[in-house]
């Protein structure tokens, strides 16, 4: 039997740009400029039309009160993205990546589905932005803004072909906009220096609650944590330790720069609410009330104007990073490639159908308590996403050296420990709310919330004891990572050449063992064929350095050795390409095998039509027989 140390293959974090960008300058600002990027796209998250609706009511509910949320929760979210980041950089693992090869499946499936309507949250407030902003620019009608908005899905697509420093550049150009804009609004609001002053003070009383924790969720946004760990991936960096130390610095800069410059864009909006609207006493219900009163109260429409605009590049520039967190909960979590096009069009469609109903049901006027409503969903998908960070982030297996030192661990649980306890006080305040509304069907209320509570109660312990349960508990659910066994003694026709297409998943196991066993029967030379897809690959070819390739290279190396140690010759060919079904093709026209043997994945047609099917499109470009093995095992005598 034929044994060979499995590597665990997921694919890339954002494979079209994986390891895109070059760091190895001779001068340092290159080098800066190099790694600036990943939190910028981050940063928008931090400046969505979800944080000026809470910005906005913290402000002219509560005045200068709550500024001190604004400063605490971007602290926290620091210390959270460099965690991010250096997770990314060290493990090569984003984090969905990581919870997928730690937990077993029955934790990692609600946990994707809380991300997914995270994501989904933070989109609705991205898109709501975008259409309010269109309705008071054009006075287009809010729910045909919503509808308009899912044509932003065609730019993400042409951005995603161009490479990720021009969508890094774009988004930079905006933030640049949005941050004018607001320089405008707060020197014509002129506000008391004392006053800010005094909002650094920590205070909190029942009524702010809400909005504090609404504040915090958007602020620490949890698919920003998924989205960093990936995007820190785009930088090809070397193996070595100092290059990974370097890269950890430079993105600490980064994220410094990049969340301080978010922090004066929430800031600027909670210190113009509370300067044009708390000191007169008006209760704003909605932004556009805001956009209209921002005029007359500062003496110019240059002040309304400014709003929308920074309003429309928000919704905008923050819909793609949230498209792309998309794309990474749902490859990381379920190891599920689908097209790009369709993949960002579902994300958009999350967030558009609730939308579209709530102003279509409710009218134009709900759309303010929805952004809030978000954000909310948002800080209570936190801990989600902050315990199993720290967790991965301070092993020492996983990071070596570049595990988190003693204090860095007091403080990501101190946060963890706020986000957690502020969330159980909203959670037990609404319930009691819930449960006081409901008079006679109190009862129904706790039908209906208690099997969740205590569903997300219990993944919430998992998540948190996980590194301490037994190893036997540890292992539910999880896969084993077996050896490839090879059959002996075959009884099918002969082939002397045969070519095996492999893809770094667990079907290889099964179309590798059925390839070996006809060749160590009948003497047949066999021909190991992967195809790299990612861009570096593409352009630097065997001069690729990244984690994924060299462990590619691994991969085949070692099933080739274990082959050749049995008996079979074998030869293993990698090359670099974005379609691999042209280059398999093109690659047996080249051997001329007698047979191909692939792997299937159990797709349907409709699967097909999403993820492309290889199989078809080599059977029908070759003239030799091409024996497909399914995902399940070698066809049984018969079949």
């Known amino acids: 039997m034929i044994r ?17 960008v070059a760091t190895t300058h ?87 589905v809380l991300c997914e309507i995270a994501i989904a949250a933070c989109d609705l407030a991205e898109l709501l932005g975008a259409a309010i902003a269109l309705n008071l620019l054009f006075g287009l009608p809010v729910l045909w803004g919503i509808l308009l908005t899912a044509a932003d899905t065609l730019l993400l697509v042409g951005l995603s072909h161009s490479g990720i420093r021009w969508m890094e550049g774009l988004v930079l150009s905006l ?51 998924y989205l960093h760990s990936a995007l820190v991936q785009t930088r090809r960096i070397g193996r070595s330790t100092e290059d990974k ?79 792309m967190a998309g794309q990474i909960v749902m490859e990381g979590f379920l190891n599920i490639r689908l097209r790009p096009w369709l993949r960002r069009l579902i994300t958009r469609l999350l967030a558009i159908v609730p939308a579209a109903l709530t102003v279509a049901l409710s009218g134009e006027q709900a759309t303010f308590g929805l952004l809030i409503l978000s954000q909310v969903i948002l800080s209570l998908q936190l801990p989600f996403a902050i315990i199993p960070l720290v967790h991965f ?29 502020l969330n159980l006080r909203l959670v037990a305040e609404t319930f009691q709310g819930w449960l006081a509304a409901a008079g006679s069907r109190r009862w129904l209320v706790e039908l209906l919330t208690m099997p969740l509570a205590l569903g997300l109660g219990a993944l919430l312990a998992w998540v948190s004891l996980e590194p301490w349960l037994p ?6 659910g999880r896969p084993e990572l077996v050896s490839l066994p090879v059959a002996l003694e075959p009884r099918l026709p002969a082939y002397r050449r045969i070519l095996v297409p492999v893809d770094h998943t667990e079907v290889d ?80 026209r080249q051997v001329r095998p007698d047979l191909v043997v692939m792997g299937a994945h159990g797709h349907k047609w409709f699967q097909d039509l999403v993820f492309g099917d290889t199989i078809d499109a080599v059977r029908h470009a070759l003239g030799v027989p091409v024996l497909i093995v399914p995902e399940a095992g070698p066809p049984s005598p018969g079949q």
């Open 393 to 421: 982030t301070s092993d020492r297996q996983r990071m070596g050296v570049f595990a988190n030192p003693g204090w860095v661990r007091l403080l990501a649980w101190v946060i963890a420990g706020i986000v957690v306890g």
């Open 26 to 112: 001779p001068s340092l600002w290159r080098r800066m400029f190099a790694f600036a990027g990943p939190a910028y796209l981050v940063s928008v998250g931090y400046m969505d039309p979800g944080n000026w609706a809470t910005d906005l009511a913290g402000g002219a509910r509560f005045g200068y009160q709550l500024l001190w949320v604004l400063v605490m929760s971007n602290l926290m979210a620091l210390l959270l993205q460099t965690m991010s980041a250096r997770l990314g950089i060290v493990a090569g693992r984003d984090l969905a990546q990581a919870c997928a090869e730690t937990y077993p499946s029955f934790i990692n499936l609600p946990l994707w």
């Open 471 to 476: 190893a036997r508990v540890r292992r539910w």
């Open 4 to 20: 060979t140390r499995p590597i665990p293959r997921r694919p890339r974090s954002l494979p079209e740009v994986h390891g895109s």
């Open 175 to 225: 933030i640049t906009v949005i941050a004018g804009c607001f320089f405008i609004e707060i020197c014509l609001a002129k506000p008391p220096l004392s006053e800010l002053a005094r909002g650094l003070v920590p205070r909190l009383s029942p009524d702010s609650l809400y909005v504090a924790i609404a504040m915090l969720g958007a602020t620490v946004m949890p698919h920003n944590l």
């Open 509 to 588: 196991q099964q179309t590798v063992s059925l390839a070996a066993g006809l060749a160590r029967e009948h003497g047949s030379k066999l021909y190991l064929l992967h195809v790299e897809e990612d861009i570096t690959s593409q352009l630097y070819g065997d001069l690729s350095q990244t984690i994924e390739v060299e462990a590619g290279r691994q991969y085949l190396e070692e099933i080739t050795e274990a082959l050749r140690e049995h008996g079979v010759e074998a030869q293993a060919v990698l090359v670099y390409s974005r379609d691999p079904r042209r280059e398999i093709v093109r690659f047996a």
């Open 245 to 323: 130390r370097r890269a950890c610095r430079y993105n600490l800069l980064d994220s410094a720069l990049a969340l301080n410059g978010a922090l004066a864009v929430n800031a600027a909006i909670l210190v113009l609410a509370a300067s044009v609207f708390f000191k007169r006493g008006i209760v704003v219900s909605e932004i556009q009330q805001a956009h209209q009163l921002l005029a007359p109260l500062l003496g110019t429409s240059a002040a309304s104007a400014a709003f929308a605009i920074a309003l429309l590049l928000s919704g905008q520039s923050s819909t793609m990073t949230g498209t």
